[in-house]
């Protein structure tokens, strides 16, 4: 497989467990991890139309003369051969560019602030805008290193949520693990969503690797997230409606991700998925 | 809703989608008015940082301001909007040549903000290069936000650096020349016709809030043909003063990187220098437009030697500035140097030959400006035009284009880069439209690959490779481990050529004896440059594509040629 | 009718990826919605022309491909028949009735197929060796056929045919095609067969139609598994 996971290496309990997360991630989607270790607080991502900077914080600066050696041992420890990233380009001389054809992103919660700040609910704004931007997926780790063993797939029928599907699917198919498809019921029956697939085309494929898909109708977002299996990769589509949607309901996905501790891989809207 | 939704996407719309000229220049003047208004903003602010600091000029401890100004400056570059270092303009460019031009919404005010505070406490330094940013990165996001695609958002950036610099020297047609010989670099009428527009608009912005005046108007002058004659000797001073410039501002910018301090220290001690010499000499603190004003004008009474020492203290004023750390453009001291270099000339030639008349010496002050910025920039046009524009001298066009040219053209026997494209150069950053290095940064790896080809074993007999060879269609065949499918080597049919006609070999030899082990192999990341270059080295007309050990496909110079012509053929066509 | 941009990037001859990074940078008149792509055939083909890029509609390569597809040996062997006992002394004679028999051609490509033949044997003998010839027009016939066709003929007595082994032949393939690509095709099929010494034995024996056809497709099943 040459499909990539980028890493951004930071050298520290706190980031090994999220490396820790990557190679679990890696292994069971067969992906190679490519890890980059900062050698400044800030680099530059060029996506299609959009150039994000990421700022770091100081953590990931620390003791940089065991940063090589702590990775390649995490990575031989999992026997992944090691593979990091050099960037070939700056922008400014301490401002380095880091290409964007990954297939695959790993991000803490928070890429600049610092771990005191992490907790739940909250996704860092430039987490948030390579999300938005990426065309790859973005792992999102959950805080400590829990390995998962199944895919839940968040569909609620927006674009981005067939997006999501179909890379559930694929997951499912590289991995091998149980996929459990979940739909927030709202204002729309259970008909309407079972109709969507079918306009789709994806009857075949939800039968084919869909073990179950549940309706939650419970009526609080607690309650309904509970079902979700605590080990599971949670899937889900961001930013899938209009503009104005989301800015007058709220994005389920920010409900969902500040309710679920789980890992999450969360599908941009210029991602477009392959089964 | 839909109308919410698509008024984002103009390009999309039907009127735009065949000829996006129209839409082009709608957008244009959006992005020349708001980088015209940045000019403003920033001059203003300049004025206003002036008034403040005027009355305290005379205290003695007056020296420590700029260092306070620089070292700010540094600090809110560094700490609050965390630009990375380097001046800017190279950053702009840097965009253009690879990803767009695609520029970061903070570089918008940043530098706007730093380099009032350098400027305004008395650095010497010019608020050109800040807007120059500042307007490319507005018209860069501006079309982000309207999602056009890169021809469109490069052509946009141009439009913001006309704007900027045709707002703050109320130039026109200098804006224009200048964001497309610096900037774009292409003369095409897609991008000529938008950024003329946004030139138009940001003039305008800044007659309507600052009134049409000419930045540095003077007398008429009466030139005679001795003048034009020394024109000669000015431009090889002024190409002179802009190589001693470049090297000195390099030179410092190298020890300031020696001392083991935080940047805005280092920007401090840039600054506090300058304002001991500001101390003596105070024409040397600021933009110094109002010196420029006063030599124009004839007005600047001084003897040779002080001209040349205040000519001399600029240039190492702008170093101290400019290489320590604080934040401008070389714009305005160029001009300023520039005026000196002309003064000193005229003094000297005053003082060899007193029975000529010479023309004014306002002349020769304005003849330097041209010189000094065609020597920085080497950009001929470029100073031509902003001098006739900000001077309104028409009557001196003929010399000045002498000086321009010579000055252009001894700088580049010297420094064969321009100062802002000196590290993109180094790098090979500078990566002009319709160029062999623009063509293969554009095209990657992945385009190249061919992938039908034959993976064999390397325990194949070479038997049962002869029935492979009869099927394939290259001259290559990549051999890979039977279990892990890692690649092993490759074989050539040149290579193995003499063996296939022997029967006697076909059972007793396997693939794994005559395959080659030793190949290079290019990653799909790699440059292509640099790809070309080991094919080059090694005389190879194939290399084989391996990803963590696995073999991906081909690159052969065949269908890079066929791929590159391509790419030629649809980067330069006139007829767009 | 609507096409994707795997189909441009195929009418275009190029990767997928540059039509993507060409319409990132504007480069091709192909406007980005969303997750889809906005596009008229019409104005691409103008583009393509004034670039002068080659734009093919792929249906056009595809048609041109089938036209050459190969044939392969029983098909043709069929169409041609197999002659038992056929009379002649020499080659000339030989040829004569050989062609005269076949039962395919007209009256007038006979006679001229006949002086093909000829002329081609006076270049060098068709004989191949071990009793077997396979005389052929040096180029393919005047009025096309439309697919090739191979006439077997058992000689009545072996003769001289000036076989580059100095044997007698005992059995003609005359060997008829459209264009060379097929015959050499056709050609070197045929020679894997008669390299084994046991099919040449067969034809010695001179054997009816169903059998020699049955041993044919037997070749050719070995042939097809070669390949692939």
Not at chain 2, 151 to 169: K, P, Y
Not at chain 3, 52 to 66: A, D, H, M, Q, W
Request: hydrophobic share 45%; with cysteine.
């Amino acid at each position: 497989m040459n499909h990539q996971l980028l890493h951004i290496f930071r050298n520290s309990p706190l980031g090994r467990e999220t490396l820790l997360q990557s190679i679990y991630f890696s292994k069971q989607v067969k992906v190679t991890p490519v890890v980059y270790i900062p050698k400044f607080t800030k680099f530059l991502m060029y996506f299609e139309n959009d150039v994000v900077q990421i700022d770091l914080d100081d953590s990931y600066l620390m003791s940089q003369d065991t940063a090589l050696e702590h990775a390649t041992e995490l990575l031989e420890q999992a026997g992944v051969e090691p593979r990091f990233f050099d960037p070939k380009h700056y922008t400014a001389s301490t401002l380095p560019d880091i290409h964007t054809n990954f297939d695959y992103m790993s991000c803490p919660r928070s890429i600049s602030d610092l771990s005191s700040k992490i907790g739940l609910g909250y996704i860092g704004p430039r987490v948030r805008r390579i999300v938005k931007s990426a065309q790859f997926p973005v792992l999102i780790t959950s805080p400590v290193y829990k390995k998962w063993e199944s895919i839940a797939v968040f569909f609620g029928g927006s674009v981005n949520a067939f997006n999501a599907l179909k890379l559930g699917f694929r997951i499912c198919r590289i991995s091998g693990m149980l996929l459990d498809v979940f739909t927030l019921v709202e204002n729309k029956s259970q008909e309407s969503y079972e109709k969507l697939i079918t306009d789709e085309d994806l009857e075949k494929e939800m039968s084919r690797y869909v073990n179950k898909w549940h309706f939650l109708k419970n009526r609080t977002l607690g309650e309904n997230l509970y079902d979700v299996p605590h080990n599971a990769l949670v899937v889900l589509g961001a930013y899938g409606h209009h503009l104005l949607k989301t800015f007058v309901f709220g994005s389920k996905m920010e409900k969902i991700q500040s309710t679920i501790s789980n890992n999450l891989l969360i599908v941009g809207p210029n991602y477009t998925a392959v089964i | 809703m839909r109308i919410f939704q698509s008024w984002r996407y103009p390009a999309n719309w039907t009127i735009f989608r065949l000829d996006d000229r129209l839409l082009l220049i709608l957008v244009a003047i959006i992005v020349g008015s708001c980088s015209g208004l940045a000019s403003v903003v920033l001059n203003r602010l300049l004025m206003v940082m002036f008034n403040w600091f005027h009355d305290l000029r005379h205290y003695w401890w007056i020296f420590v301001l700029p260092a306070i100004g620089a070292a700010l400056s540094s600090l809110f570059l560094e700490k609050v909007v965390k630009e990375g270092a380097g001046h800017g303009v190279p950053e702009v460019i840097y965009s253009v040549s690879r990803y767009g031009g695609l520029l970061r919404f903070r570089s918008s005010f940043s530098r706007l903000i730093s380099s009032a505070l350098t400027i305004g406490s008395g650095g010497s330094a010019g608020p050109e290069a800040p807007v120059v940013i500042s307007g490319a990165a507005i018209g860069s996001n501006i079309a982000k936000y309207f999602s056009l695609n890169d021809r469109q958002r490069i052509t946009l950036v141009g439009c913001g650096a006309a704007g900027a610099i045709s707002s703050i020297f109320n130039a026109p047609i200098a804006g224009m020349v200048f964001a497309i010989e610096v900037i774009i670099g292409e003369w095409k009428s897609v991008n000529i016709v938008p950024i003329a527009i946004a030139s138009v608009a940001g003039t305008e912005i800044s007659r309507i809030l600052q009134g049409n005046q000419i930045p540095f108007s003077h007398r008429l002058f009466n030139i005679s043909h001795m003048d034009i004659l020394a024109c000669v000797g000015l431009a090889v001073l002024t190409a002179a003063a802009s190589i001693l410039l470049t090297r000195l501002l390099r030179f410092m910018d190298k020890i300031s990187k020696k001392l083991p301090a935080p940047l805005w220290i280092r920007a401090a001690i840039g600054g506090c220098a300058v304002g001991l010499i500001g101390l003596f000499l105070p024409e040397v603190l600021g933009k110094g437009y109002h010196e420029v004003q006063t030599m124009i004008e004839g007005a600047f009474s001084q003897g040779l030697a002080i001209v040349g020492l205040v000519t001399i203290a600029k240039i190492v004023a702008t170093a101290l500035t400019l290489g320590w750390g604080g934040s401008g453009g070389i714009f305005a001291p160029c001009l300023v140097i520039g005026c000196l270099a002309g003064l000193t000339y005229h003094h000297c030639l005053a003082l060899l030959w007193p029975s000529v008349s010479w023309v004014n010496e306002g002349c020769f002050a304005l003849l330097g400006m041209a010189g000094l910025i065609s020597g920085m920039l080497q950009a001929p046009l470029t100073g031509i035009f902003l001098i006739v524009e900000i001077t309104g001298g028409y009557e001196v066009i003929l010399p000045l284009i002498i000086v321009s040219a010579i000055s252009t053209t001894l700088c580049h026997y010297i420094e064969p880069a321009a100062y802002y494209m000196k590290e993109l150069v180094e790098y090979g950053h500078l990566l002009r439209p319709g160029t062999d290095a623009r063509v293969l940064s554009d095209l990657n790896v992945s385009e190249l690959i061919e992938k039908d080809c034959i993976a064999v074993t390397q325990n194949m007999l070479l038997r049962d490779f002869i029935s492979i060879v009869k099927k394939s269609h290259r001259n290559y065949f990549p051999v890979e481990d039977e279990e892990t499918g890692h690649f092993m080597g490759i074989i050539h049919l040149d290579d193995i050529r003499q063996y296939l006609f022997n029967p006697v070999m076909y059972d007793t030899v396997f693939l794994g004896q005559i395959m080659n082990t030793r190949v290079e192999v290019v990653d799909p990341d790699d440059d292509l440059a640099d790809v070309i270059r080991k094919m080059d080295a090694n005389r190879l007309f194939s290399m084989p594509v391996v990803i963590n050990n696995r073999f991906i496909g081909l690159i052969s110079k065949g269908n890079l040629l066929d791929q590159y012509r391509r790419e030629l053929m649809v980067q330069t066509s006139q007829s767009v | 009718m609507k096409m994707t941009i795997h189909e441009v990037a195929r009418c275009l001859n190029l990767h997928v990826s540059t039509i993507e990074r060409w319409i990132r940078q504007g480069k091709i008149p192909i406007q980005k919605t969303g997750n889809g792509y906005l596009f008229g055939e019409s104005a691409l083909k103008k583009w393509a022309a004034m670039y002068r890029l080659p734009f093919l509609i792929p249906e056009k390569v595809k048609s041109l491909g089938y036209e050459e597809k190969p044939e392969n040996l029983l098909s043709a062997m069929k169409r041609g028949g197999v002659l038992h006992d056929l009379k002649g002394d020499d080659v000339e004679t030989a040829l004569k009735f050989a062609v005269e028999n076949m039962p395919v051609l007209s009256k007038t490509s006979k006679k001229e197929l006949y002086q093909l033949l000829l002329e081609r044997e006076r270049l060098t003998s068709t004989g191949i060796g071990k009793g077997v010839a396979i005389p052929h027009p040096r180029d393919p016939l005047s009025d096309a056929l439309k697919s090739p066709v191979i006439s077997t003929c058992f000689l009545e007595k072996p003769i001289d045919f000036g076989a580059v082994d100095d044997r007698p032949v005992f059995v003609m393939f005359i060997l008829l095609s459209q264009s060379i690509k097929i015959h050499l095709h056709l050609l070197s099929r045929f020679s894997f067969c008669v390299r084994d010494n046991s099919f040449v034995e067969f034809l010695k024996t001179s054997p009816d139609e169903a059998a020699f056809f049955a041993k044919i497709a037997d070749f050719e099943k070995q042939l097809d598994r070669a390949d692939t």
